[in-house]
């Protein structure tokens, strides 16, 4: 079934051998990393943190994007000092299987929502479903729900259409990279979608049931990979007890270094690295350039693989802003 997103038979990667800024001195109070999680049904993503938290006895964890409570599939949760990599984590693209319902509108664009209209006779063709999928892919504008996590004035959208209050934000730029039908059985339609962040998926499939004239809902949700992380390499939360109880939770989080993948580095010298700790500026003079064009950001490591920076690969009067600088775990 689409969105059960079960892959018991999957190997989960492990990381073993990795730098100090992982595990710290002290236990799994200070370790930094993060932990990639295979969200189950019917717990909001706020929950799985809390979750993570206790299992892993951690000061502080986050998460990198919210999946709705019906929702399944990767959730990153940083753990420590890696919750100020939140930014650079969710860069890339992310994506999802799920299935649609045609003919029904709901006031959520989901199954959780209370039904505004319905098509009793439906008369979409698959040629149709296919057509319609088509004219999405590419750059387009969508409308955030008004159930959805995105504050106004500081209250959650969602408490506020609770409330009888909806609000509509204005429509923002989205890119669909890749939009599949992977079955048509209607009313349903399974299909897989690569899309940029900040797309509300359950939208898309409210704006395709527009565009076939009939309306439609999303029924299932799982997202099977965001920015650099698959679905192949997440853990369920009973896996995670377990491991944690035998004291091997360390083999499955990522250190920060490795968490961002494809990120330029800098691997910085002793001088280097204590001139990121103090603060001061670094400009390319002083690092060997890289190639960052499709990346908002470099990191920095030292010799022994800690990540010591993030700095912005946009130069400003021919220095590197830092976004985040991190201690050696020594200090």
């Not at 995105?150 to 259409?161: D, F, M």
């Not at 409210?206 to 299932?220: P, Y």
């Not at 369920?236 to 499955?252: D, F, N, Y």
Request: hydrophobic share 40%; charged share 20%; glycine share 8%.
């Amino acid at each position: 079934m689409v969105g059960a997103c079960v892959f018991s038979s999957t190997p989960i990667l492990q990381y073993s051998n990795t730098p100090a800024e992982f595990y710290g001195f002290q236990g799994l109070h200070f370790m930094n990393g993060i932990i990639i999680i295979d969200k189950p049904r019917d717990m909001t993503s706020a929950q799985v943190v809390a979750r993570v938290k206790r299992i892993s006895k951690a000061r502080k964890v986050g998460h990198t994007g919210t999946l709705d409570p019906f929702a399944t599939g990767v959730l990153v949760c940083c753990i420590n000092k890696a919750t100020r990599l939140a930014q650079c984590l969710v860069y890339g693209q992310k994506r999802y299987k799920g299935v649609m319902r045609l003919g029904i509108r709901t006031d959520t664009q989901d199954f959780t929502g209370r039904v505004v209209s319905q098509e009793p006779d439906l008369t979409v063709t698959r040629e149709g479903v296919h057509r319609a999928f088509r004219g999405f892919l590419g750059v387009t504008y969508q409308n955030p729900p008004a159930y959805s996590a995105l504050k106004h004035n500081g209250v959650p959208l969602y408490k506020l259409a609770r409330q009888g209050t909806v609000i509509q934000k204005p429509a923002r730029p989205i890119s669909i990279y890749g939009l599949e039908v992977v079955d048509v059985s209607l009313p349903d339609v399974r299909f897989e979608v690569c899309c940029s962040g900040g797309t509300y998926v359950r939208t898309l499939c409210a704006d395709i049931g527009e565009a076939l004239g009939c309306g439609a809902h999303l029924t299932e949700l799982c997202r099977t990979e965001t920015g650099k992380f698959s679905l192949e390499e997440a853990i369920s939360l009973e896996a995670l007890a377990e491991v944690a109880a035998r004291g091997a939770i360390s083999e499955h989080v990522v250190p920060m270094n490795v968490a961002l993948r494809g990120m330029p580095c800098i691997s910085g010298d002793d001088e280097l690295v204590q001139k990121i700790q103090l603060g001061r500026p670094v400009t390319e003079r002083e690092v060997t350039p890289v190639a960052a064009e499709a990346w908002p950001w470099i990191k920095v490591t030292d010799d022994a693989g800690n990540l010591v920076a993030v700095m912005h690969s946009n130069k400003k009067n021919g220095v590197y802003p830092y976004a985040c600088v991190f201690q050696r775990p020594e200090s």
